[in-house]
């Protein structure tokens, strides 16, 4: 995996805890596909913004901690943590991004929850 994906996976986790959602969707291509739990929930760029405008809204504390992250072909995996959010709950995740041309082009996640 070269450098460029690491930066774009950087930069749309910096964004997301600053909840600047403009910089969040430009790390991502237009036809991004989301899966949650092998379920595809999110498939295209609007409804990735339809999708963070609202958990950002609603949820102004919100924050992640990558707890690690490492390569695998053409995928970056991390291990986050997502805090802040309004339930009280800490959310636990293994996210793994698929990166071509500088976007990202696929998420797949596998989540996990934990009371705070």
Same mark, same amino acid.
Request: net charge negative; glycine share 4%.
């Given at each position: 995996?070269?450098?460029?994906?690491?930066? $774009?996976?950087?930069?749309?986790?910096?964004?997301?805890?600053?909840?600047?959602?403009?910089?969040?969707?430009?790390?991502?291509?237009?036809?991004?596909?989301? /899966?949650?739990?092998?379920?595809? $929930?999110?498939?295209?760029?609007?409804?990735?913004?339809?999708?963070?405008?609202?958990?950002?809204? /609603?949820?102004?504390?919100?924050?992640?901690?990558?707890?690690?992250?490492?390569?695998?072909?053409?995928?970056?995996?991390?291990? /986050?943590?997502?805090?802040?959010?309004?339930?009280? /709950?800490?959310?636990?995740?293994?996210?793994?991004?698929?990166?071509?041309?500088?976007?990202?082009?696929? $998420?797949?996640?596998?989540?996990?929850?934990?009371?705070?």
């Amino acid at each position: 995996m070269d450098e460029k994906a690491f930066t $774009v996976i950087q930069c749309q986790f910096e964004a997301y805890n600053a909840r600047d959602l403009a910089s969040f969707l430009d790390c991502y291509s237009d036809d991004i596909i989301i /899966e949650l739990d092998g379920t595809v $929930v999110i498939d295209s760029k609007d409804g990735m913004r339809a999708s963070y405008s609202k958990l950002f809204s /609603e949820n102004p504390d919100i924050r992640c901690r990558v707890a690690s992250r490492r390569s695998d072909g053409d995928w970056i995996i991390d291990e /986050e943590e997502v805090s802040g959010l309004v339930t009280g /709950e800490t959310k636990k995740a293994t996210v793994s991004y698929c990166v071509q041309d500088s976007r990202i082009v696929k $998420v797949r996640l596998q989540m996990r929850s934990s009371k705070d």
